[in-house]
């Protein structure tokens, strides 16, 4: 355990010194993040006339659905994208086989080995976001309610990662996946509304296959106070579930790795 | 003739070793064509809320304009300069340059042959919506078609020079895909793909008709719905805008592989 605590903390001291290299990056990522967020209330605003709701939600609570959105986004930015994505570059490249080599687990390694800041302002605006549309919301914060809303802000993370690493995995055999990922990013998209904005059909979609409402929706519930205990551990349960899948599958994938040469 | 280096029979090679080359990737463009699926999230959560009634639009006419702004897109997505990137910094653009043609027709065949690839897995995913939403099944008439047509493909001109414009700055820095993502972002909120330009304040559509985004998506989308459009004035922004990048272009490629040659002398 502290062999890989020590790794972890030598891997993302690295990665960062190495990234903050270049500062004109960061500046395009700032204006990026900026104009990204701008663009996603105007057009969330779109849906709100005067005192108007979108599937029952205030402007105020959309706009912590927008908030945890962003968070998660942001997160993928700065986490997995960087560690997921070279994957792909590993198994074509056949650069695989020394990650296997290494005395340590491949699925950590890989996960975890570098991390990118350029989603850090991401998730900080829309931590502010969470907390400015919360304070319109008229949420009042109590001590479980916030540990509660780590709890799902980990298992949501959790579930984004599983789904992430389980097509990524996939590129033992395709090779060339991240246009897979392209597609969940895109179906991801539908975590800035609140579920409740969806038809039926697609509300039992983003609940239980692809569960993207446990990324945004049910953590804004869970600060308004309006999250119902079975859901939240259906939430639990998929996160376990999810991440069951991922390692299972990994090592499942492995089983039919055979270098970029053989 | 020659425009470019460009004959006839070039046109044929190009084209036909860029379709086979892209059918060989026939699952990955499959999964591109589904990545294009953000106009179908929008219609379920458009068709849901109350501000519908600002749009403009019914029931039928909203699911037809997000399954034409779906098609435009498929039609008219533009990659050049990741390509372009890709090639510059790896060296083989120093031999495409050497040739008597023009080393962006090789892309615009590339995106061509994409295009023809791509076409029966977007045929596919319109069927699957037909199947899912029968009453908003429409063939556009033969002269619409044929207008859409057009419009699409001017759409797809537009992108690819005002992309094309962003790749000759790889020339001069390899910054050229962060100014992509930059522009790409007002592109996602402007140009109709997420919403209806009509429903957007009238103080902010005026403004966006002054940027080429609209002319991208919107237009043609309306054009292939068969809602009525100014068609006039569409596509005389449509012309103008091609006008306006295609000298820019040639005049940015040029001094670019001047100094891309000095580079490496």
């Not at chain 1, 340590?104 to 931590?127: C, H, K, N, V």
């Not at chain 2, 699926?37 to 849901?48: E, R």
Request: with cysteine.
């Amino acid at each position: 355990m502290g062999r890989y605590w020590r790794t972890l903390r030598r891997f993302w001291g690295t990665a960062l010194a190495s990234q903050l290299e270049y500062q004109a990056n960061v500046l395009i990522e700032l204006l990026a993040v900026a104009m990204s967020l701008s663009g996603s209330l105007f057009l969330l605003s779109l849906f709100y006339g005067p005192d108007q709701t979108l599937g029952g939600w205030s402007w105020a609570q959309a706009l912590m659905v927008q908030g945890l959105y962003t968070v998660f986004d942001g997160m993928a930015t700065t986490w997995l994208r960087p560690n997921l994505g070279a994957i792909v570059t590993h198994v074509r490249e056949g650069t695989l086989d020394f990650v296997l080599l290494k005395p340590i687990d491949s699925q950590f390694w890989l996960s975890l080995r570098t991390l990118s800041p350029a989603g850090l302002p991401e998730i900080g605006l829309g931590l502010g976001l969470l907390a400015w549309g919360s304070h319109q919301a008229g949420v009042v914060l109590s001590l479980s309610a916030l540990f509660t809303l780590l709890v799902m802000l980990l298992a949501g993370g959790l579930i984004l990662y599983s789904l992430w690493f389980l097509i990524a995995a996939t590129s033992i055999w395709f090779v060339k996946t991240w246009n897979a990922t392209e597609v969940l990013r895109a179906l991801l998209a539908s975590g800035r509304y609140p579920l409740n904005a969806y038809p039926p059909a697609l509300r039992l979609l983003f609940t239980l296959v692809l569960p993207v409402a446990f990324l945004t929706t049910v953590p804004a519930q869970v600060l308004l106070g309006e999250a119902a205990a079975p859901i939240l551990l259906a939430g639990l349960a998929l996160a376990v579930l999810f991440f069951a899948a991922a390692r299972a599958f990994w090592l499942f994938a492995l089983r039919f790795y055979t270098s970029a040469s053989s | 003739m020659r425009i470019f280096g460009l004959n006839r029979r070039i046109i044929r090679v190009l084209l036909g070793c860029q379709y086979a080359h892209m059918l060989e990737y026939r699952a990955e463009i499959a999964l591109w064509a589904l990545s294009g699926v953000l106009p179908f999230i929008m219609l379920s959560v458009w068709s849901g809320s109350d501000a519908r009634s600002g749009l403009g639009l019914d029931g039928v006419a909203l699911d037809r304009y997000f399954l034409s702004a779906f098609l435009v897109r498929q039609f008219s997505v533009v990659w050049v300069v990741y390509d372009f990137e890709d090639d510059a910094l790896s060296g083989r653009l120093s031999p495409y340059l050497l040739q008597p043609l023009h080393p962006l027709w090789r892309y615009v065949a590339a995106h061509l042959g994409e295009q023809l690839t791509r076409l029966p897995f977007a045929a596919l995913i319109a069927a699957v919506f037909f199947a899912v939403q029968p009453q908003a099944f429409w063939l556009p008439s033969l002269g619409g078609f044929l207008l859409a047509w057009l419009a699409i493909w001017m759409a797809f001109a537009i992108a690819f020079l005002f992309q094309s414009l962003i790749a000759a700055l790889c020339f001069w820095s390899e910054k050229a895909s962060a100014l992509e993502r930059l522009q790409f972002i007002p592109f996602l909120f402007l140009s109709g793909l997420l919403a209806p330009l009509t429903a957007f304040p009238p103080a902010v559509r005026a403004w966006a008709q002054w940027t080429p985004f609209p002319y991208l998506i919107d237009f043609p989308a309306r054009v292939l719905a068969g809602q009525p459009v100014d068609l006039l004035a569409g596509f005389g922004a449509q012309l103008a805008w091609i006008a306006l990048l295609l000298p820019l272009v040639l005049l940015l490629w040029r001094a670019g592989v001047r100094y891309y040659s000095a580079m490496g002398a």
